[in-house]
């Protein structure tokens, strides 16, 4: 719908989108996206491929390589459209408050993280290494 007005917020979006305008923060497009307006609507802390036509991008980033981005692109599965491990750092960390762009921005995941780690260093004892196992 190129009439269409769109509000993206904490979103993953694996297709590719045609609109008048777009007011978009903190999503993840995975397939080329083309607004006809850029002069208005903004597109920031969000990620989308190259040759995307967006308005004002402002701390986004452009996707090279799409392949290794999710657990898994199946529906049903228990890691569908979350962010893999080997997605980049920008997408992992690339949201507004420093957690993953996309749908699971609301989980904290990378901040959590980091907490856990900090906590590891802090309170294991010396000589004992841990390994910390990610589970979705």
Request: aromatic fraction near 10%.
């Amino acid at each position: 719908l190129e009439a269409a007005e769109v509000t993206l917020e904490r979103v993953t979006l694996l297709g590719g989108m045609r609109c008048r305008r777009l007011w978009a923060t903190e999503a993840l497009l995975t397939r080329p996206a083309f607004v006809l307006d850029v002069q208005a609507g903004c597109f920031r802390f969000g990620a989308a491929p190259a040759g995307s036509r967006l308005p004002r991008p402002y701390e986004s980033h452009v996707l090279q390589d799409r392949r290794h981005l999710f657990t898994s692109r199946r529906f049903g599965d228990w890691g569908y459209a979350q962010l893999s491990a080997t997605a980049p750092p920008e997408l992992r960390r690339g949201a507004e408050n420093g957690s993953e762009i996309g749908a699971y921005s609301s989980l904290l995941e990378s901040i959590r993280f980091d907490g856990l780690r900090a906590k590891l260093e802090e309170y294991t004892p010396f000589g004992r290494l841990p390994v910390l196992v990610r589970e979705t």
